[in-house]
């Protein structure tokens, strides 16, 4: 099997919190992420994809809460740009929880990597009403 370790560590250290939106912590974070997925040593095409696909989803969230935050600050935001940016970084934290879980039922054999590629589909395809 191939060794996920660095990409499950660096997982298990992501989470976000109001303070956080818009830091270069955490854009940095999901760089390490995004090197570390790089660097799994696979020629599985599945796995190559999934850990992609995961990273999307993630950015995708740090992104929307990013700007959220942004257009709140610059007056263009509206009394909802608080909620919707918690229910944002609520979905990160559950995102990041989810990647680890993922990781170790890869790990372990329990799943294979395209069991989640076609849920992240879906989330690529509908962020708003999709999950990954």
Do not use: C
Not at 23 to 42: C, F, G, P
Not at 78 to 98: D, G, K, P
């Amino acid at each position: 099997m191939t060794d996920l370790s660095e990409v499950r560590a660096l997982a298990a250290e992501l989470s976000l919190s109001e303070s956080e939106v818009d830091t270069a912590e955490k854009v940095a974070a999901m760089a390490e992420l995004k090197r570390a997925s790089l660097a799994v040593d696979s020629n599985d095409a599945n796995l190559t994809n999934w850990l992609s696909d995961e990273h999307y989803a993630g950015g995708v969230y740090l992104t929307a809460a990013t700007m959220n935050k942004r257009a709140e600050i610059a007056g263009k935001g509206n009394m909802f740009s608080a909620l919707s940016r918690s229910e944002l970084i609520a979905r990160y934290n559950r995102w990041a929880s989810q990647l680890v879980e993922r990781v170790d039922r890869v790990e372990g054999g329990a799943a294979a990597p395209e069991e989640f590629l076609r849920e992240l589909a879906r989330f690529r395809d509908d962020p708003i009403h999709n999950e990954p």
